[in-house]
């Protein structure tokens, strides 16, 4: 210990030493903030990445030959041509009719009414879903084969219904299955699909069965009979991901059949850095953005649950000359089948923290963690230096401004819930008007600021920046571990803040330089708060990712420019914010609203503040009678007072 307290005194016993290290924690946040963005163009290369395997030896993958074939495919065939038929009858009566279907072939089957309610927004829908329970099971496992209504793009999953039931009817040929298997056609992939697994787990169903241990969701649109590609879906909600060996096995068997494989619409290369990197920050953006908005692939309702499954999305043909049909799409579905019900217990063998490069490298958990962990450690480390700063001085009034900064600090995080707390409140329809009101507020903000919070000391500023940065750099590195995508996406978004945000002083600048200087710092300032504006931001992720519009040309006209956010926002504008907020309500995405009130605006919301808030030299100047400054108390040494209130002007 002795040795400690030597360092300790070495390194801080000195003021001058103390104060040389501090200014270089700026620097050394910078330093790391650069790192974590430059791992990422690290882990694309070669030998950062490792080659997909199965880890667990009883999948068996593609080891079994399959019999989907042949006369099969006039059973499709015929379901495809029911399925028509049903195209625009009411749920319920399709519903009777598919569980019709179910009994027919040997299934017990059962119908699941589903509704969510808020106000007058209201989900319903039927779904239909029939157990075969296994010859040689004890019904405390089975296995999911889920080929919901509507795909992903909210068309007619015609060919994926009519290949699920098809194979559900040619799976009760045989007595291999170990796991009971269920046949699940929900009304949708999203709401309909993960109010059945949530009812599944928690109320009594009419039919049931085991603990689900793995599943493969189907979808195959259009009437086309093939298709020219294979994209796998695998990002779960709030980060979950499936095994990694779930994903090896379907692409173990798409290799064995020749099938084309893709990961996040990118047919990616494995010896070709460009296409691995481009997979790399897709599935980032993918697992971060999970939910958010829209209808999913379908295997996100099974993330939380302890199911491991992946959507086999097929792309359908355009002229009907893909090289691959229908029934190579079922033998896929059949031999993935087959090798979860082989498991001899839960998936558990390869990882369940990855980043796919392409459909055959990975990288792990203990690869691409540091990345998120450099940049949180960066926010604690700038925090620690704006404390470090504001603690510089040892006044009497050091301790109320730690407790006042406190106080303000925790105000702006519960000013911030209850603002989550009233957009989850109220209906759908008023999300719109509430995030316009807020968008006209937020120009004006600083002002308000500025005229409602008194002058402040600068060491008071530096304060509750050390609050909120201390705060944001832990709560980055525990969601790390959790959901390493959203962590590394609000880290980078947050970095302006963080690194370019400097607080009003009272410097005084008598050159033009140093005058200079702090007009391109108070510029900079202003451009990283408008830049990391949570609703600024959402509004541009409507227009570039859901709308897809173009933006005008920066030389048009304002009144081009007005038409444009016109056409851009009203009805469409107000469902995108119903589905962010349905997300949380119903499916339990706390990975993205919550976290925008509770960390994102308050940080946000904070660094107003310090970006508006007038410091102390900025009061009147002028005296009392007696020569003092008003509401000053006068002293017995104005070298003292001199010293210090020279102490609390502390420069960035």
Same mark, same amino acid.
């Given at each position: 210990?002795?040795?400690?307290?030597?360092?300790?005194?070495?390194?801080?016993?000195?003021?001058?030493?103390?104060?040389?290290?501090?200014?270089?924690?700026?620097?050394?946040?910078?330093?790391?903030?650069?790192?974590?963005?430059?791992?990422?163009?690290?882990?694309?290369?070669?030998?950062?990445?490792?080659?997909?395997?199965?880890?667990?030896?009883?999948?068996?993958?593609?080891?079994?030959?399959?019999?989907?074939?042949?006369?099969?495919?006039?059973?499709?065939?015929?379901?495809?041509?029911?399925?028509?038929?049903?195209?625009?009858?009411?749920?319920?009566?399709?519903?009777?009719?598919?569980?019709?279907?179910?009994?027919?072939?040997?299934?017990?089957?059962?119908?699941?009414?589903?509704?969510?309610?808020?106000?007058?927004?209201?989900?319903?829908?039927?779904?239909?879903?029939?157990?075969?329970?296994?010859?040689?099971?004890?019904?405390?496992?089975?296995?999911?084969?889920?080929?919901?209504?509507?795909?992903?793009?909210?068309?007619?999953?015609?060919?994926?219904?009519?290949?699920?039931?098809?194979?559900?009817?040619?799976?009760?040929?045989?007595?291999?299955?170990?796991?009971?298997?269920?046949?699940?056609?929900?009304?949708?992939?999203?709401?309909?699909?993960?109010?059945?697994?949530?009812?599944?787990?928690?109320?009594?169903?009419?039919?049931?069965?085991?603990?689900?241990?793995?599943?493969?969701?189907?979808?195959?649109?259009?009437?086309?009979?093939?298709?020219?590609?294979?994209?796998?879906?695998?990002?779960?909600?709030?980060?979950?991901?499936?095994?990694?060996?779930?994903?090896?096995?379907?692409?173990?068997?798409?290799?064995?059949?020749?099938?084309?494989?893709?990961?996040?619409?990118?047919?990616?290369?494995?010896?070709?850095?460009?296409?691995?990197?481009?997979?790399?920050?897709?599935?980032?953006?993918?697992?971060?953005?999970?939910?958010?908005?829209?209808?999913?692939?379908?295997?996100?309702?099974?993330?939380?649950?302890?199911?491991?499954?992946?959507?086999?999305?097929?792309?359908?043909?355009?002229?009907?000359?893909?090289?691959?049909?229908?029934?190579?799409?079922?033998?896929?579905?059949?031999?993935?089948?087959?090798?979860?019900?082989?498991?001899?217990?839960?998936?558990?063998?390869?990882?369940?923290?990855?980043?796919?490069?392409?459909?055959?490298? =990975?990288? +792990?958990?203990? /690869?691409?963690? &540091?990345? #998120?962990? %450099? !940049? @949180?450690?960066?926010?604690?480390?700038?925090?620690?230096?704006?404390?470090?700063?504001?603690?510089?001085?040892?006044?009497?009034?050091?301790?109320?401004?730690?407790?006042?900064?406190?106080?303000?600090?925790?105000?702006?995080?519960?000013?911030?819930?209850?603002?989550?707390?009233?957009?989850?409140?109220?209906?759908?329809?008023?999300?719109?008007?509430?995030?316009?009101?807020?968008?006209?507020?937020?120009?004006?903000?600083?002002?308000?600021?500025?005229?409602?919070?008194?002058?402040?000391?600068?060491?008071?500023?530096?304060?509750?920046?050390?609050?909120?940065?201390?705060?944001?750099?832990?709560?980055?590195?525990?969601?790390?571990?959790?959901?390493?995508?959203?962590?590394?996406?609000?880290?980078?978004?947050?970095?302006?803040?963080?690194? =370019?945000? +400097?607080?009003? /002083?009272?410097? &005084?600048? #008598?050159? %033009? !330089? @140093?005058?200079?200087?702090?007009?391109?710092?108070?510029?900079?300032?202003?451009?990283?708060?408008?830049?990391?504006?949570?609703?600024?931001?959402?509004?541009?992720?409507?227009?570039?990712?859901?709308?897809?519009?173009?933006?005008?040309?920066?030389?048009?006209?304002?009144?081009?420019?007005?038409?444009?956010?016109?056409?851009?926002?009203?009805?469409?504008?107000?469902?995108?914010?119903?589905?962010?907020?349905?997300?949380?309500?119903?499916?339990?995405?706390?990975?993205?609203?919550?976290?925008?009130?509770?960390?994102?605006?308050?940080?946000?919301?904070?660094?107003?503040?310090?970006?508006?808030?007038?410091?102390?030299?900025?009061?009147?100047?002028?005296?009392?009678?007696?020569?003092?400054?008003?509401?000053?108390?006068?002293?017995?040494?104005?070298?003292?007072?001199?010293?210090?209130?020279?102490?609390?002007?502390?420069?960035?």
């Amino acid at each position: 210990m002795a040795i400690f307290h030597t360092l300790r005194r070495m390194l801080f016993g000195n003021r001058g030493t103390r104060e040389s290290l501090v200014s270089l924690l700026p620097g050394f946040s910078v330093v790391l903030t650069l790192a974590g963005l430059a791992w990422l163009f690290v882990l694309p290369m070669q030998d950062q990445s490792r080659r997909t395997y199965i880890s667990e030896n009883a999948l068996l993958p593609g080891q079994a030959h399959t019999y989907f074939h042949g006369s099969e495919e006039h059973i499709v065939r015929a379901f495809k041509a029911e399925i028509r038929l049903l195209k625009d009858t009411p749920d319920l009566e399709r519903a009777r009719t598919m569980q019709q279907w179910l009994s027919d072939i040997g299934y017990k089957s059962a119908t699941h009414n589903w509704s969510i309610s808020h106000y007058d927004d209201i989900k319903a829908g039927v779904n239909v879903y029939g157990v075969l329970h296994a010859p040689r099971g004890d019904t405390t496992e089975s296995m999911i084969l889920c080929a919901p209504w509507l795909t992903r793009n909210e068309v007619l999953n015609e060919s994926g219904v009519a290949i699920a039931i098809a194979l559900a009817r040619y799976f009760t040929r045989w007595s291999i299955w170990s796991k009971d298997i269920i046949l699940l056609i929900p009304s949708d992939p999203s709401f309909g699909l993960s109010k059945w697994v949530e009812d599944y787990h928690y109320t009594s169903m009419p039919v049931s069965s085991g603990s689900i241990q793995g599943g493969i969701v189907l979808d195959f649109p259009g009437e086309s009979g093939t298709f020219e590609k294979l994209e796998i879906f695998y990002s779960g909600l709030n980060g979950h991901l499936p095994n990694l060996d779930l994903i090896n096995t379907v692409m173990l068997i798409c290799g064995h059949m020749g099938i084309n494989v893709i990961v996040h619409n990118i047919d990616a290369s494995d010896e070709d850095y460009k296409s691995r990197a481009t997979t790399l920050v897709t599935g980032i953006a993918h697992q971060a953005l999970s939910g958010l908005y829209g209808p999913g692939a379908g295997s996100e309702a099974f993330s939380g649950w302890r199911i491991d499954a992946v959507t086999l999305a097929a792309t359908p043909s355009r002229n009907g000359y893909e090289p691959y049909d229908q029934m190579v799409y079922g033998r896929l579905v059949e031999a993935s089948m087959r090798s979860i019900n082989n498991l001899l217990e839960h998936f558990h063998q390869s990882f369940f923290f990855y980043l796919l490069l392409s459909p055959r490298r =990975f990288v +792990s958990i203990g /690869t691409y963690l &540091p990345s #998120a962990m %450099l !940049i @949180g450690a960066s926010f604690t480390i700038k925090g620690i230096y704006h404390w470090m700063t504001s603690s510089s001085t040892k006044t009497d009034g050091m301790f109320d401004q730690a407790i006042s900064a406190f106080w303000l600090f925790m105000s702006i995080v519960l000013f911030s819930v209850g603002m989550f707390s009233l957009s989850a409140w109220i209906p759908s329809s008023m999300l719109a008007s509430e995030a316009f009101v807020v968008m006209a507020v937020t120009p004006i903000l600083p002002i308000i600021i500025r005229l409602l919070i008194p002058p402040k000391p600068v060491s008071y500023i530096h304060k509750i920046q050390s609050y909120i940065l201390i705060s944001v750099g832990l709560f980055l590195t525990t969601l790390g571990t959790l959901n390493f995508s959203l962590s590394l996406m609000l880290g980078l978004m947050f970095a302006p803040l963080a690194h =370019f945000l +400097s607080p009003n /002083t009272n410097t &005084p600048t #008598a050159t %033009l !330089i @140093g005058h200079l200087q702090r007009v391109i710092r108070k510029t900079i300032s202003y451009i990283a708060v408008v830049a990391s504006c949570p609703w600024l931001d959402i509004y541009l992720y409507y227009l570039i990712a859901v709308k897809e519009s173009e933006f005008p040309h920066p030389l048009l006209s304002i009144q081009t420019v007005r038409d444009f956010i016109a056409t851009t926002s009203g009805d469409e504008f107000s469902k995108f914010l119903g589905g962010m907020m349905w997300s949380w309500r119903a499916l339990g995405v706390w990975s993205f609203v919550p976290v925008i009130f509770v960390v994102w605006f308050p940080f946000w919301l904070a660094s107003c503040v310090v970006l508006s808030v007038r410091p102390l030299a900025e009061v009147d100047q002028s005296t009392t009678g007696d020569g003092q400054k008003p509401g000053v108390e006068s002293s017995s040494s104005p070298t003292t007072d001199h010293k210090l209130n020279s102490k609390y002007f502390v420069q960035i």
